[in-house]
């Protein structure tokens, strides 16, 4: 269903912007057999859970004005830190994990996701978090997520090993030290089977910087509508 944009904007100010609660997930580190903890934000109730996965410059709280739209929609959504996360000098975040650490949290989050109680994932992923579920999804034969979310994203190193619905979605002039991010996402998306879907949004910021530019509350409602499909 698709919300006019009034009630949309209506229905985000009406969001309490804080998590339910705060969680702990343990890890174990592969190089020192240690358990250690990463932390995430959880949002909302239900079987159906929504994991977000956030960019290098970002941390589990950028999710905080978005967590609770798709926890009003019926999502329970857990928001993680990378255990990467680590402030930059300016005390702004920085996520320095390597590509295998990344992944290897995405799949503690399901582990704990599911024995809390979650009996469906979706992720959304931006940028580097986009890698991080894709790279996560290809590791597991049967499949981890329902529903994956690639923003501003190639989706991982393995496109061709993903499973579920995959929607890719990148800024028209989004790019890098390395030039337009679109043709490499493209590349991807074309390897990725079926059923799949880019969208190229208007402008150029990157992945979780489209939320406050004016194609934010269109991107909103992309999300909802696919993560509504059946």
Request: no cysteine; net charge negative; glycine share 10%.
């Amino acid at each position: 269903m698709k919300l006019p944009l009034i009630i949309l904007a209506a229905t985000v100010l009406a969001l309490p912007l804080s998590a339910q609660r705060q969680v702990s997930i343990p890890i174990v580190d592969p190089s020192s057999g240690k358990t250690a903890q990463i932390q995430a934000d959880l949002y909302g109730h239900g079987p159906r859970a929504l994991l977000l996965l956030h960019g290098g410059r970002f941390n589990k709280e950028s999710w905080k004005e978005q967590a609770p739209i798709f926890a009003h929609a019926g999502f329970r959504v857990l928001a993680i830190n990378f255990r990467g996360d680590h402030p930059n000098p300016d005390d702004s975040p920085g996520s320095y994990g390597s590509d295998e650490e990344n992944a290897a949290d995405v799949l503690a989050a399901v582990a704990w996701l599911h024995q809390d109680g979650a009996k469906s994932i979706s992720a959304i992923g931006g940028s580097l978090g986009g890698d991080a579920v894709g790279n996560a999804e290809a590791q597991s034969p049967a499949g981890l997520f329902e529903k994956m979310v690639f923003l501003g994203s190639e989706g991982g190193d393995h496109p061709e090993k993903l499973h579920g619905r995959k929607l890719y979605i990148v800024a028209r002039d989004d790019s890098s030290g390395d030039g337009p991010r679109l043709p490499s996402i493209t590349r991807h998306y074309n390897l990725a089977p079926d059923p799949r879907q880019l969208i190229v949004l208007d402008g150029k910021a990157h992945a979780q910087f489209l939320f406050p530019t004016p194609e934010g509350p269109h991107l909103i409602r992309i999300l909802l509508d696919f993560l509504a499909q059946k």
